[in-house]
């Protein structure tokens, strides 16, 4: 399983860095390959300064050793080995009528002393962080979400859009980070699903990604803004970089693994602001997101 979805990655990765360099027309993915002196390594690429991505990233790594104290305790296991791999994205356009989007896809398995699996599991998702609100943009993401998921398990659209809703919260705001999407984890041989069916769902999932986020990329990047709108976006990236520092598991991870600091932090944007209490006009477009980030919506059937 390992070797058939670290092959699977490294193949999504190829389709999507060729298709958002298309779009972008300008900037074309700088790439490295990397090693993790515990056991092994991955392929980051980075785009920036492009017309449409100011900023992002496509990951994919395959790591594996001795699972370090830290994660022993997480996972509450004693000293056992590890692989995990994925692909994980992050993309921040210039333009700020375009969304950020940020996905992952990963697996993970544990062996005790003489190799055999002990646990193993999938894990993803992906969601949306818009700075201007068009609905229109939401619902075509979640409705593409939707269809991915009711093609295995009707109940896990609305079971994994709600965790996505409750994941991505900036608890210390009481915001949302963005709109949701999917955020599934732990996904387990059980309940009538083998880890076969997950690798099925997830791929599904993966491959979902360019339809749900490409179509608003195009509709979107040749907008018109001012310059008060680039404030507000680079105000807004400020709640994504406190997310992602304070509250996200997969950084976390990162971290504690001795994972490869530039592919980890890839993620934050390069332009953002910390503004003292700022607070959007009333019945302005930047005040409309801040209520939508109150409270997560039904957007499929909105």
Aim: one cysteine or more.
């Amino acid at each position: 399983m390992k070797d058939k979805f670290y092959q699977y990655i490294q193949d999504l990765q190829d389709t999507i860095t060729s298709k958002l360099e298309a779009i972008d027309g300008k900037a074309i993915f700088q790439e490295d390959i990397w090693k993790r002196p515990e056991g092994g390594g991955g392929r980051t690429r980075v785009i920036e300064n492009g017309n449409v991505f100011e900023k992002g990233g496509v990951n994919i790594s395959g790591v594996h050793g001795k699972l370090p104290k830290s994660m022993q305790a997480y996972f509450n296991v004693g000293d056992v080995d590890f692989f995990a791999c994925g692909l994980s994205l992050v993309l921040h356009p210039k333009n700020p009528m375009v969304p950020t989007v940020h996905a992952n896809w990963r697996y993970f398995e544990m062996y005790d002393e003489d190799g055999t699996i002990v646990d193993q599991w999938f894990g993803g998702g992906q969601d949306l962080t818009p700075y201007y609100l068009f609905e229109e943009d939401a619902k075509h993401f979640h409705q593409t979400c939707k269809t991915a998921c009711d093609k295995h398990n009707p109940e896990f659209y609305p079971k994994y859009k709600e965790r996505c809703d409750e994941y991505f919260h900036n608890a210390h705001r009481n915001e949302a980070r963005g709109i949701g999407g999917l955020f599934f984890d732990y996904c387990k041989a059980s309940e009538g699903m083998t880890m076969g069916n997950w690798y099925d769902f997830v791929t599904e999932v993966g491959d979902s990604f360019l339809s749900a986020y490409v179509p608003i990329v195009e509709k979107r990047k040749d907008l018109p803004y001012t310059e008060v709108q680039r404030n507000w976006q680079e105000i807004r990236r400020g709640r994504y970089v406190e997310f992602n520092l304070v509250h996200d598991k997969g950084t976390l991870f990162g971290l504690k693994t001795n994972g490869r600091i530039e592919s980890i932090l890839m993620s934050l944007p390069p332009h953002v602001q910390w503004v003292y209490d700022h607070q959007p006009e009333a019945g302005s477009e930047e005040e409309k997101l801040l209520e939508v980030l109150k409270n997560p919506i039904d957007w499929v059937n909105k």
